[in-house]
Nanobody
Framework: QVQLAESGGGLAQAGGSLRLSCAASGRTFSNYAMGWFRQAPEKEREFVAATTRSGASTYYADSAKGRFSISRDNAKNTVYLQMNSLKPEDTAVYYC??????????????????WGQGTQVTVSS
């Protein structure tokens, strides 16, 4: 089992920034690829960004490219999502998740076995 706890959500103005953190406990953190997903009201949960076990490779949804950055610190068992140039359409609950998959398959929600409880991000116009 891997336990995940997100933090760092809140209210931001359009054009502003937020940094989300996700602390992991339980199994060896570096054995898992990590991803961030988000779910807006009445919408499906969607992929935002993911990073491989070492952090050497990252993947982004088109909506996140150029604005968001995912990183991880395996010594601290933590993955981050730096969000810049925020837009009102970024408003959602953001979830971190852990996967045993490899490569580009870590962009698929179905390949994640462990999920955090989520943190709310609200962007005002």
């Amino acid at each position: 089992q891997v336990q995940l706890a997100e933090s760092g959500g809140g209210l931001a103005q359009a054009g502003g920034s937020l940094r989300l953190s996700c602390a992991a406990s339980g199994r060896t953190f570096s054995n898992y690829a990590m991803g961030w997903f988000r779910q807006a009201p009445e919408k499906e949960r969607e992929f935002v960004a993911a990073t491989t076990r070492s952090g050497a490779s990252t993947y982004y949804a088109d909506s996140a490219k150029g604005r968001f950055s995912i990183s991880r610190d395996n010594a601290k068992n933590t993955v981050y999502l730096q969000m810049n140039s925020l837009k009102p359409e970024d408003t959602a609950v953001y979830y971190c998740a852990a996967s045993r998959s490899f490569g580009q398959s870590i962009t698929l929600k179905s390949n994640y076995a462990y999920w955090g409880q989520g943190t709310q991000v609200t962007v005002s116009s």
